[in-house]
């Protein structure tokens, strides 16, 4: 097959000829009217009123082809197209897995360490303020049961034995009973030597035995020395049995230790025993 652009140079061939043709028919015919036009002829020949044309002459030959014309300027890009329906959608794909690829379940792991103490969270809002209460039933308080025995310038010398023996009712018998001594006491040692005393309670007639006794004492082996110190000890002491309960505060030799020294008991001030049932 001819090629398009050799096909569009034949065409423009003949019609090159046949451009040419009519031209030259056009130019025959101009001719021809020229030389017949009406009047009187030289030398005396009549006016011929009726010319008639002669036979179209033999068309030449073709004429070489032309150059090719200028390229022509591009045309408006066209109006973009409506955008075409989604399609259908595809079949689904087949799993990935199979039940039949996975493996046994594995043991359990070791347990991971704790893990850091997490942040304090932030505070909650105040609670709703709760329902009143009732009332408390009034409170009625035993009363309660204390003694205090004192003395102005007891001024003891007693090396040994009881000093001050007091009464105190008690009152039931599953109660405590706590004893209290408050006075100046003082041990002079012997010349040369040491001397040591133990001031101590009993009740009815024996120390305590539970918990332990209720004692203080003094140990001196400075020669001369005659300071009178105050002096403030105390305790408790259970399976004491209700009613009148007697008490004494009595002096006598530390355990292991002699009579050496010069004791004294509330010289020139208060002293005071004290005593409650709890």
């Not at 045309?75 to 996975?102: L, N, R, V, W």
């Amino acid at each position: 097959m001819k090629a398009h652009g050799e096909i569009d140079s034949q065409n423009l061939h003949r019609s090159n000829m046949k451009q040419r043709q009519s031209e030259v028919i056009l130019i025959l015919a101009l001719v021809v009217a020229v030389t017949s036009a009406p009047g009187d002829l030289e030398g005396g020949q009549q006016q011929c009123n009726n010319c008639c044309t002669g036979q179209p002459g033999i068309p030449g030959p073709s004429g070489a082809a032309g150059g090719p014309g200028p390229t022509g300027a591009a045309g408006t890009p066209g109006t973009p197209g409506i955008p075409g329906q989604h399609g259908q959608p595809g079949a689904k794909g087949e799993s990935g897995k199979t039940p039949s690829t996975f493996g046994l379940k594995g043991a359990v792991g070791p347990q991971g360490p704790p893990g850091e103490k997490g942040k304090d969270g932030v505070r909650g809002l105040p609670g709703a303020m709760g329902v009143k209460g009732e009332a408390a039933e009034k409170c009625v308080c035993p009363k309660r049961n204390l003694k205090e025995f004192a003395w102005v310038n007891i001024n003891s010398p007693q090396e040994s034995g009881i000093i001050k023996a007091v009464v105190f009712a008690k009152q039931q018998n599953a109660t405590l009973l706590r004893t209290a001594w408050d006075g100046n006491l003082r041990l002079v040692p012997a010349s040369g030597s040491y001397g040591c005393r133990r001031w101590y309670f009993t009740i009815n007639g024996a120390e305590c035995k539970n918990p332990a006794p209720i004692d203080a004492q003094i140990h001196e082996n400075t020669s001369g020395d005659n300071s009178h110190r105050p002096a403030h000890f105390e305790g408790l002491c259970s399976g004491i049995p209700a009613g009148a309960t007697n008490i004494t505060f009595t002096i006598g030799p530390c355990k292991g230790y002699d009579m050496r020294g010069d004791a004294a008991t509330g010289w020139s001030s208060t002293s005071r025993i004290i005593v409650e049932e709890i």
